[in-house]
Structures are given as C-alpha cells and as structure tokens.
C-alpha cells in the first residue's frame, strides 16, 4: 500500500517539489542536496535539517544544512561511520534511529556554533542507502514538537530513501555514458520506491516500470513495455489538457498536478502525477520520468467532508448551505429560460412535543420517517433539504402554473395525515406549509426563503395542517409577529399575565356551579392581547408551558381563597396544552400545586381538548387514570370537533363532555347543528358523563339547550370573563 496517499496537501507538495528537485540531473550532490534541506525546512518554523555523507575517510560529514542552524554546521564530522554508536547504526543498518537526548548522545560538543540547549533537543536520523549500503543520512531537529504531524516520519523516510536513489543516479551518470545503460542500472533503485515511476524513451515509449506502477495499474510489466503511458487514459480530460500539460514539460522541463487515469480493471482512479524531461549531454530531450501517487483515499475522504458539508448529517437531505447553491442556480435558469421556480417551506406541527414526550431518540427517526415518505412524492428534478430543526424546504422546477405547485403541497399534507410506525410508537403529525414563487415573491434565494417562512406562519396561524401562497400583505403581520415573540419570552417574568374568570351555570336551578379561567397578556402601553393571537405563537416556542403552569397554580391559588373566605368549595376550570400533557412530569406537577395551594382537588377541573386527549389515546388513558388518582375532575373541551373513538371515550376516566362553541351557534337555525348538539348531550348521559355548553349567546340557543337536559351552560349572555374582583361579588363573598 502507497504509504503516501495518507499525506496532507502541504506535505504531497513538498514531496513533488523535492522529486523535481532530484530528477534534475545536472546539478552536483552539494547542491542537489541543499535543496532538499531547504524544501524540508520549510514544512514548518523551528525545523533544523542537514545531510551528512560518508567520505573516503570513513567520516560522516555534513554536507547541507537549512533551517535555524542555516550553513552553520556545514563540514562539520558528526563521527566515524563504523562506531557502534547510534550514528554507526543509522548507516550502517539502514534504520531510522531516535537520538532522545539530542546531538549531545554523539558527542557532539560544538556549542559556540549550536546553542547547548539546542544540542538536548530530540533528533531523528534517517540512512540514505545506496544499492542496499548506507551512503550518508538526512538528519531532523524539531523544536516544536507540539507541531509534528503524526504524518511527518511518513515524509521524512519517503524523501530519505528518493534521495538515495538520486544519489545513486547522479553517480552513476557520472560513470556511464549511455543513458539506457544508466536508466537499467537505476531501476534496482527505483524498483523499491513506494511511488510508481515510469521511465520512456524520448518518443514516450515505456522502457522501464517500477513494481508500484504495475501494482497502482494493474498491468504486468510484459503489458508496460514498450507501449505508451496513453494505454492508461481515463477519457476525462480533452486535448487541451494534454496540449498544455506537453507545453510545459517542452518549455520548464516539467509538469505536476493531478490527473485521472484508468487501470487495466477499467477502474479510473485519481493520482498526483509529475513529469521531468531528461536532457543529454548536448541538450535534446532523451528519456522522460513519471512519478506517481494513487490519491483515492484521499480524493475519497475530500468527497465524504464535502458530502458532510452539504448535507444533513440525520437525514442524509441536501442541508442550508446546498439547498441555497441549488436555488442559485435554479433562478439564472429560470431568468434565462423566462421559467418559475417555487420555495415550500414546511414547518412540523408540534414537533416539540414529540422530543419532549418520547425522547430525541424517538424524534430523530421521526424526522428520518418524515423525510422519506416526501421524498418519495417528489420528482427527481426536485430538491428536499433539511435546513434546521423540524423545517423542510421544497425546491420547485419545471411547471406551468401555481396549482402545480400547490397540488404537490397537497400530496405532502395528505401524506403527513398517515401514521408514523417508529419502534413500539404509532405517532400522529401534521406541516404547515408556505409557499413564494419567483419572479412573483422575489428574485434571490433570501428573499424567497423568508417570504415561504412568512406564509408558513400564516398557514400555522389559520389552524396549522395547511399551505398558504405568500401575499405582500403578510410582510407588515410577519414583523409584527417577530415583536410580539420578543415581548412574549418576558411577559412571565415581568408578571403581565392575568387570570379572567367565566362564570358556568346549572340550566335546572340557575346556580353558579364554578367557573372557567382564562388566561389573558396585559402589555404595558399596548392593552390587553388577544388570547388569539399569543397561545399559538407560546404553543410553537413552548412557552406554553411555563405560562400554563403559572395559569394552573394562579388559579389554584385564587380558588383557595373563595374557598376559604365563606363562599365554600368553588370549582375551577383550567385549560391544559398538548405540549403540557404530554410532559413526564405533568401529574406531579399537579400534585405539587395542590398540595402547595391548598386548594381542594375535588374544585379543581382539567380541561382538555379533543383532539389532544385521542392523540396517542393509550397513553392518555394512563396519564388521566394518574390525574385521577389525585382528585382532580376531567372535561374533553371542544367536543365534537376531533375524531373520538367511542372505544376510547368509555374507557377515558373523564367526568364531562364540553359542546363546541361553533356547534352552539347554529343550534336555533341549523339542523345539523341541533342534531349534533342533541346525540352528544344523548351519548355523554349514556356513559354516565355531564355536559356544558359554551359560547351560549341567544336565549333561544338558552332555551334549547334547557329543553335537551344539557346539564350546565356559559356564554355572553350568562356572563363573560371577568376579573377576579368581580367574581367574588357573584359568589357573595363580603369584602
């Protein structure tokens, strides 16, 4: 295996300009040498590098040096080649040795020329060989060695072993005069490199391949020789590449890059390929060499972070950073093309209490289930990202008109409608949907995605489970809605809530049976706001918590003090948020605020509505059976507008059904209407279960409602929400 595909690109650079480096010939040891020193040295500050030679005394003596010493040391002897100290070692083995206690272990003493702290700092000496002898060795003096890269040895002993070889080249050179005589010679050097290495003639005509080579192609040596390197082409470059890559080995003597090339297998591979031209004595170009490197690990570990870098780690989805790039390009097409492009935005409902429910576990193959499934609707041409949290976007290409666009939201929407099978769990979940389209919303991406985003909340605020196209009208609500987030995460804090109170009544006596609270957000300067406006937006940013349980324990708190101020036990409704059910902790958090308030747990009555109580009905049962336990009293609110199972309802521990404000309306004129009404009040006495209706506001709607034993009422025209101080004139507490 090429132990040079792991190395960095700083690393293969200073490799490639080294091999330049020694293929050229016609420079002498000395120089050839001081290049080497210099190009090592230059990998990193505080590097000290020298080259030591054996002469014909036996003495090891420093022929180059570059670094912090510089030309300091050069000539010096660092000893005798045939002393069994670790310097004998080194040449005469052909092993890297470590000097853990520096120069100093060799006797080296010359501190007016390297300072003694110098002498002390760890050393790595590495054999220049020459035909299997020890010729000299390269020698290493980091000061940093915080710096060394676990990579570093790699280079060093690579570089080590090609400047024996051209040592060796350069020498025999000298000695011979015919060039195919000298490249036969050298391929016993060249054949152990670990870098595949071909040399041609001048017509490039393979004349000698190194064992790399034929391992990195795949070819016999039989199959090398005497034919073109061309064999090896992989058809992803044109001439021109080609015509510029022989222009410059024409007119520098060399090219370096990368390049593809194909194996004998058909596999194409990439590789870091250098080509020298060798001149002859009279100066016409008579061999060329090719040094090469398999890059496919590293090609492959550069595509796995660009991968890691687009796209959404959980999902495996296009991410932000892709989905932008794609809808850059997706408009110039269109510009050119006078064509539409559509952004969907799709925000999961309620997606947080699924993560608080079940766990992030649980949640994240939700969002992987989520993914595939609109994958799956989608066109091929299309782009699904993932660009945060439970947000999708859509990009849309190639249609006529925006009822495409919002058919394909519709098959998304329909699609979420299905149960989600994820481990023992079958979870329920819907989207919300904003669409903008260019040119109509916008001409860059930004503007787009913040337009899709603003009619996304739209669709969220009209009931969530829907799309809306976004109108220029939205921007001005849009900003708004920004504001109002802001104010709302300090509203607690700042201790604007308050409670109202709506009285309920019992239709055969008239008396006041208990009463309703309701939460409302007094802003300073600003008045009252509309529970319409802030529960959704406290529900998406889960506020809704920390404001239901203040709602919860201020009511406790208040329904105590009638309690205990003459007006004897007073029931009190409480309205309870999906993302507040479905907390672990939810049970104890009532039983702590009735145990902290006083307040009776029999008054206390938790209101829940429909749809909450049949969404994951089997853990509903169990959470109401624990709340019952306490004391507490259980009303379904907004009857008749979910879906009950009526399996499910008998086996909910539940005390009393509430009738939908929208069903009241139109009992006194819509028969539809009075019939629901009529079978929900016939069921709910069936199972044994009392029934009030809200929103009453006609005395006809009054009179009906008495007619058909609807066992308790409230409405405009009983009472609306009113302060607690008002309250207790109508319980007849005194002051």
Request: overall charge negative.
């Amino acid at each position: 295996m090429d132990m040079r595909v792991g190395l960095n690109s700083e690393q293969t650079k200073i490799l490639l300009d080294i091999h330049s480096a020694l293929m050229t010939w016609n420079v002498d040891e000395q120089a050839m040498l001081q290049s080497v020193c210099g190009k090592l040295s230059s990998l990193r500050s505080g590097l000290s590098i020298f080259c030591a030679l054996l002469d014909d005394a036996g003495d090891i003596r420093v022929v180059a040096a570059a670094g912090v010493w510089g030309a300091a040391i050069t000539g010096l002897s660092l000893g005798k080649a045939e002393g069994k100290d670790a310097l004998g070692q080194c040449v005469r083995t052909g092993r890297s040795v470590v000097l853990e206690n520096g120069l100093s272990a060799l006797g080296w003493t010359s501190q007016d020329i390297v300072p003694a702290a110098t002498l002390q700092q760890e050393a790595i000496l590495y054999p220049l060989t020459l035909q299997g002898a020890g010729i000299g060795l390269i020698g290493i003096v980091d000061r940093k060695r915080s710096r060394r890269s676990l990579l570093d040895p790699i280079l060093f002993q690579t570089v080590a072993q090609h400047t024996g070889f051209a040592l060796g080249m350069l020498r025999t050179f000298a000695q011979r005069d015919a060039i195919i005589g000298e490249l036969q010679l050298a391929a016993a050097v060249f054949d152990s490199s670990l870098d595949s290495i071909f040399i041609t003639d001048s017509q490039g005509t393979i004349l000698k391949a190194n064992a790399a080579a034929m391992r990195v192609t795949g070819y016999s040596a039989d199959e090398l020789l005497g034919r073109n390197p061309r064999i090896l082409q992989s058809g992803r470059h044109d001439r021109t590449f080609y015509a510029e890559l022989w222009r410059s080995v024409m007119q520098t003597g060399r090219w370096q890059g990368e390049i593809w090339n194909r194996r004998r297998n058909g596999e194409v591979f990439p590789e870091l390929l250098s080509i020298s031209a060798i001149r002859d004595k009279h100066g016409a170009i008579s061999n060329y060499i090719s040094i090469f490197i398999d890059i496919s690990v590293q090609k492959e570990a550069e595509r796995r972070l660009d991968y890691l870098a687009n796209h959404d780690r959980l999902t495996g989805l296009p991410n932000r950073a892709l989905f932008h790039d794609r809808l850059l390009v997706a408009l110039a097409q269109a510009k050119r093309n006078k064509r539409s492009v559509a952004v969907l935005f799709i925000d999961l409902d309620h997606f947080k209490y699924i993560n608080d429910t079940f766990g992030h576990a649980i949640g994240d193959e939700l969002l992987r289930a989520v993914a595939q499934r609109m994958q799956g609707i989608l066109r091929e041409a299309d782009t699904l990202s993932r660009i945060s949290g439970d947000e999708f976007t859509i990009l849309l290409q190639h249609f006529d008109s925006h009822e495409e666009v919002g058919l394909v939201a519709g098959k998304i929407l329909s699609a979420m409608k299905s149960p989600f099978d994820i481990g023992e769990h079958e979870l329920y979940i819907s989207a919300s949907i904003g669409i903008s389209t260019y040119p109509d919303d916008g001409d860059h991406p930004e503007l787009l995605l913040k337009n899709s985003d603003t009619a996304m909340y739209h669709a969220k605020s009209d009931g969530r489970g829907g799309m809306r196209f976004f109108r220029s009208s939205m921007e001005g609500h849009s900003i708004k809605r920004l504001e109002l987030e802001r104010h709302l995460h300090h509203a607690l804090e700042q201790e604007e809530f308050l409670l109202f109170y709506q009285p309920q009544f019992d239709l055969n006596s008239g008396r006041l049976t208990g009463m309703e609270a309701l939460l409302r957000w007094q802003r300073p300067d600003v008045g009252l706001v509309s529970p319409q406006d802030f529960i959704p937006l406290a529900e998406e940013t889960g506020l809704i918590v920390p404001i239901g349980e203040w709602a919860l324990r201020t009511a406790c708190t208040q329904g105590g003090i009638w309690s205990r101020t003459g007006a004897g036990p007073v029931r009190v409704a409480v309205n309870i948020s999906a993302l507040q059910f479905g907390r672990a902790d939810f049970c104890d958090v009532v039983g702590a605020i009735l145990a902290d308030t006083g307040f009776p747990p029999d008054c206390l009555e938790l209101e829940l509505t429909e749809s909450l109580a049949m969404h994951r009905a089997e853990e509903t049962v169990l959470t109401l059976k624990k709340l019952k336990a306490l004391g507490v009293k259980i009303s379904i609110d907004d009857f008749g507008t979910g879906y009950s199972s009526l399996s499910y309802l008998k086996r909910f521990p539940v005390d009393s059904l509430k009738i939908d404000k929208s069903f009241v309306d139109g009992i006194a004129d819509d028969p539809n209407d009075a019939a629901i009404v009529i079978a929900i009040i016939v069921m709910a006495h069936s199972l044994g279960l009392a029934v009030i209706a809200e929103g009453v506001e006609t005395q006809e709607q009054l009179d009906f409602l008495k007619m058909h034993h609807c066992n308790e009422v409230q409405g405009f025209l009983l009472g609306r929400p009113m302060p607690s101080e008002r309250i207790e004139k109508l319980l007849a507490i005194p002051d």
